[in-house]
């Protein structure tokens, strides 16, 4: 396992240490399961939209009027 070092705010650390007492972690055990839920959410995140640029680049769009029935549901305009 590796060893990284991140400068972190005033605010950011108390929030971190707050986690940590809750929790009843360490500090590092704290900002490990941190920055590890993040990098799961953002590397899920890549994976779908490039799963949809994919699909985009093989002319695969979701149907005009499927998009019109999800605009108005939402209120929304297109």
């Not at 590092?28 to 920055?35: D, I």
């Not at 939209?49 to 939402?74: C, K, N, T, W």
């Amino acid at each position: 396992m590796g060893t990284l070092s991140i400068p972190l705010s005033s605010e950011d650390e108390a929030v971190l240490r707050r986690i940590a007492s809750v929790n009843r972690v360490t500090d590092s055990e704290a900002a490990a399961a941190g920055l590890h839920a993040y990098l799961k959410f953002e590397s899920e995140q890549i994976a779908k939209i490039r799963a949809g640029l994919d699909a985009a680049d093989r002319g695969e769009f979701v149907p005009d009027a499927e998009m019109d029935a999800f605009f108005a549901r939402h209120g929304a305009e297109n």
